[in-house]
């Protein structure tokens, strides 16, 4: 194995201290002598105050606002006149060494000390050193003087000695609340309470992980850029510190956990003015740590977290700060794991390619202003929690298929969302252009063409305070258009051939228009999922819904529909081809409840159409629960799903033959269907 050097990179909080410790600390599961692990502390600080402060040193601030009060000895290198209480002086001497120099004598310590096949160089670095630093190369950049020699030393060292060297570049990202939170406390009084982006250091992560990446930005191809939450490794040390050494590619030592409280032959001079917090601890907060007494002195678990005031002057440092922290978030293992529990699928994703998919969120242009709409990767689209759809579910909806690089009954889709928003007496509304333009955009950079579906969500928009109160929406609209790689048939949806059954819902029922109006297709959708619920608790795919009176009105999902055979009942027309079309439906009626309770859906809409055309009779009126218990065919009718069959109901076996298969009439009207998606391009745009 190769030395590995591992380039931490971070905001200056404590914890990358404590990480630090727990590198050091590897040396004592060590069986040899020799130490296998060697920890630097910022070795490139001292150039950054060089040139940050200058080479005349002082405490005063300066053009950057920057201030230390050990910066003059430090920027020398010797023990401050007035002292520091103990014989450090070897500290201050050391910090004359130079990055190269100081990994240089590093990684010869370990070859010396044969430890050149599993030996480790933890270096903390602050994320504002960065530009300090040639990724490309590893070492620092060139300075005046002959620092290079101590590369071209190692260089030679590794090919005498036959040992590469591996190089890892670790981000310890932490939530800029906490960091800043502490920032006027005893930490500010050492750099002059100056909470400037560039002092506070986080948004130069995001440039040391694409320096980090190189110019092909592919994080699985080059394999050496891990991001790990500081909150992660305070909450569950010993997982997240094993599954860091197996990133790093070296071996997890239980002695990582502890470290002796009170100074470390690893720290930088300066440690006094900023390490008591972690000088008070003994180790991560570990549960099975047996003593109370020892608990005391664990660091930085999340129940020993103080509350802290972030006042005004921190806002402009964290409202920079949280977009590079939420980017970074999305890249470690712990947001890849954040599903508690698991879907129906067993993944978390039906198709791989939604875990990447784009969407759309965005308020519409006004005389005054222009649209904020914009295409952004799902893990990074957010809404306000002031938004209305947060607030009261006060927004109106759509489900809407791509088929064949078309969109199936845009118009239709449309008509309907204009329509409840208008019933609900939206303001500021995007315009029916403006809403088209994103759904083709987003289609577009995501590629979709065929098997998409997309939840189109229009809200009243964002308000400015919180309140149900319509006359705070003074932002207009938001549009939220989530494309996903969907097919007709799987786990997200139904099976269309063998069929599924239902139940019916014991306690929730379809509102009338009196109380709340079904025809619009509002976003207040608790009266569905509690009814999904109890389908789901009795292996169901949906629940019934009746209507106050108990007479069916739809699923919590989907339209519903029954066949029935009336022998009294002849086909219209007498067509070669329509005979041949209906063999096996002769006497059929197609029956489904009426609209009163129910949203009278687009789909639902298009097999009445379709039926009629074909000579099926049709009935739209009031059916009771018996109709469907006692029906030929059942099927349900969505856009998502198009036409499911039914076979069983509550326990009973749907049609006279007991088979559980999808009738004839069903199987027809699928495949016409179908066909109308295929061939009648004027329902599509």
Not at 12 to 32: G, H, I, K, M
Not at 42 to 60: D, F, Q, S, T, V
Not at 407 to 425: P, Q
Not at 481 to 502: A, C, M, Q
Request: glycine share 8%; with cysteine.
């Amino acid at each position: 194995m190769p030395i590995t050097i591992v380039h931490c990179w971070s905001a200056p909080r404590s914890r990358s201290t404590a990480l630090l410790y727990s590198f050091e600390a590897r040396n004592a599961d060590s069986s040899s002598e020799e130490d296998n692990t060697i920890a630097l502390d910022e070795p490139l600080y001292r150039r950054w105050l060089r040139e940050k402060i200058g080479r005349g040193g002082g405490a005063g601030t300066n053009n950057y606002g920057i201030s230390r009060p050990y910066a003059e000895p430090l920027l020398r290198g010797a023990t401050p006149a007035e002292g520091t209480g103990e014989d450090d002086s070897w500290r201050w001497e050391r910090e004359r060494q130079c990055f190269d120099e100081r990994v240089y004598r590093s990684v010869k310590a370990l070859i010396e000390g044969g430890r050149g096949d599993d030996g480790c160089v933890f270096l903390k670095q602050m994320a504002k050193f960065s530009h300090l630093f040639d990724f490309e190369t590893n070492w620092e950049t060139e300075i005046e003087g002959d620092a290079s020699r101590w590369k071209d030393r190692c260089s030679q060292l590794l090919s005498e000695s036959e040992v590469e060297l591996r190089h890892r570049h670790l981000l310890l990202i932490r939530d800029p609340m906490s960091c800043l939170g502490s920032w006027m406390g005893k930490s500010g009084d050492v750099h002059g309470n100056n909470p400037h982006p560039d002092e506070v250091g986080i948004t130069h992560l995001l440039d040391v992980y694409a320096k980090a990446l190189g110019p092909s930005m592919n994080r699985e191809e080059e394999g050496n850029v891990i991001v790990i939450d500081s909150d992660d490794v305070a909450a569950s040390p010993r997982e997240s510190l094993q599954e860091l050494c197996a990133a790093l590619g070296i071996k997890y030592h239980d002695s990582m956990l502890k470290w002796q409280a009170g100074p470390h032959k690893c720290d930088g001079p300066w440690a006094k003015w900023w390490y008591h917090d972690v000088w008070e601890s003994s180790g991560w907060d570990v549960e099975d740590v047996d003593a109370k007494e020892s608990k005391k002195n664990c660091f930085h678990h999340p129940r020993t977290q103080r509350y802290r005031t972030v006042t005004p002057d921190l806002f402009p440092a964290l409202r920079m700060s949280i977009p590079a922290f939420n980017f970074l978030q999305t890249l470690t293992s712990s947001h890849q794991r954040r599903a508690v529990m698991t879907p129906p699928s067993g993944r978390l994703y039906e198709d791989p390619r939604n875990e990447h998919v784009l969407v759309f969120v965005g308020t519409p242009s006004t005389p005054t202003r222009r649209g904020t709409g914009r295409i952004i990767p799902r893990d990074m689209a957010a809404i306000s929690p002031f938004d209305s759809s947060v607030q009261g579910g006060d927004a109106t909806w759509e489900g809407i298929r791509v088929y064949n690089g078309r969109i199936f009954h845009l118009d239709h889709h449309l008509d309907r969302l204009f329509r409840s928003a208008k019933a609900l007496g939206f303001e500021n509304v995007h315009t029916r252009s403006e809403v088209t333009e994103a759904i083709f955009r987003v289609l577009a950079a995501n590629g979709m063409r065929e098997g998409a579906h997309m939840r189109l969500t229009l809200t009243r928009g964002e308000k400015c305070t919180s309140s149900m109160n319509p006359l705070f929406n003074v932002y207009g609209t938001t549009l939220i258009i989530l494309p996903e790689w969907k097919p007709t048939e799987g786990v997200t949806t139904y099976d269309n051939r063998k069929g599924v059954s239902l139940i019916t819902a014991g306690t929730c029922r379809r509102s009338p228009p009196s109380t709340l109006d079904n025809k619009i297709h509002h976003n207040n959708m608790i009266q569905n999922i509690l009814p999904k619920m109890q389908a789901n608790l009795a292996r169901a795919a949906d629940s019934i819904m009746l209507d106050l009176e108990g007479f069916v009105a739809e699923t919590n999902a989907t339209n519903l529909f029954l066949v029935r055979r009336d022998r009294q009942h002849h086909t219209d027309g007498d067509s070669a081809d329509k005979e041949n079309k209906l063999s096996g439906c002769e006497g059929a009626v197609l029956v489904t409840p009426t609209a009163d309770a129910c949203l009278p859906g687009i789909t639902r809409d298009t097999v009445l159409f379709l039926a009629r055309e074909l000579g099926i009779k049709t009935e739209v009126r009031r059916v009771s629960l018996s109709e469907f218990y006692s029906a030929d065919e059942v099927f349900t009718t969505g856009t998502m799903g198009e036409l499911t069959p039914v076979t069983m109901i509550d326990g009973r076996v749907i049609g006279w033959e007991n088979m559980m298969k999808r009738g004839v009439v069903t199987e027809l009207l699928q495949n016409t269907y179908k066909e109308a998606v295929e061939t009648r391009l004027h329902w599509s745009t």
